[in-house]
């Protein structure tokens, strides 16, 4: 391999491995020039990797999305944790998602030193999945990364639901955290219209769509990983629960937080 050729993956893996990157600090982390640095950022984008570039305070150069999805470089942790995850997959309760997990596994089989094909192996061997005798319908992935993105963005977002009487309704929600726990996933989120939190069967929702305006005023945020059922946005006296203790509830409970 090529000075030149190593130099623009070790670029690909900085650029990959934070959001914004300085040219400065590019320059400094691979010992050359910020020219160098810019023509090693030209010959990404000739291999079709959506480099973007801003100036001024807090610029630099990032990865953007592109219009197809460019090789992902990554180091053995990675690689290790990526084959375990879709093993999993393969099994798991997001419709549609088994097929497509054992295909890209496949692909990352084929290429993973043996040393790392090992590892996951032992992981793998090592691992007993509980599943639940109950025949839960699978959540549609548009749902699950309509959700997940609505997690991370902090934005509401309006479904249709069917609650355990079976009667449908619309929700107006303001996600905070989603829940597995193997073969059900659970949207921790803060129901609008009745004023309260909630925890809802993701199984249960159709349709999903973002809404326009941002959520989590000051009012009724909650605590990072924590949340307090009716108090959380009453800021109330009441004792938060942990994440975990509700996850524990979820899994261990067959009477769920009301819907």
């Known amino acids: 391999m090529s000075e030149t050729t190593s130099r623009v993956l070790q670029l690909l893996g900085l650029l990959q491995s934070r959001r914004v990157w300085s040219g400065e600090e590019l320059a400094d982390r691979l010992n050359v020039t910020t020219r160098s640095v810019r ?56 419709a549609g998602v088994g097929e497509s997990a054992l295909r890209a596994l496949s692909k990352l089989d084929q290429v993973m030193p043996s040393r790392l094909r090992s590892q996951v192996s032992a992981v793998h061997d090592a691992t007993v999945t509980l599943t639940s005798n109950t025949s839960d319908s699978p959540v549609e992935p548009d749902v699950l990364m309509t959700l997940a993105r609505a997690c991370r963005d902090r934005e509401h977002v309006a ?81 938060p629960a942990s994440a975990t203790s509700l996850l524990n509830r979820l899994s261990h409970s067959t009477s769920h937080p009301r819907r």
Do not use: I
């Not at 460019?70 to 942790?77: M, R, S, T, W």
């Not at 249960?204 to 305006?213: K, P």
């Open 39 to 94: 023509r090693d950022v030209e010959r990404l984008r000739d291999l079709g990797y959506p480099v973007l570039a801003s100036k001024g305070h807090g610029g630099g150069y990032q990865l953007g999305a592109g219009a197809a999805l460019p090789p992902l470089l990554l180091d053995p942790d990675e690689a290790v944790a990526m084959a375990v995850c879709l093993r999993l997959a393969a099994g798991g309760s997001v």
């Open 159 to 239: 479904v249709s639901y069917v609650d355990r009487a079976g009667n449908a309704t619309q929700r107006r929600l303001e996600p905070y955290q989603l829940v597995t726990t193997g073969k059900r996933w659970y949207l921790l989120a803060f129901d609008r219209d009745r004023d309260d939190w909630r925890s809802l069967r993701l199984d249960r929702m159709g349709e999903s769509a973002h809404a326009a305006a941002r959520s989590w005023p000051e009012t009724h945020q909650m605590p990072r990983r924590t949340y307090s059922g009716r108090s959380a946005r009453r800021r109330t006296n009441t004792s």
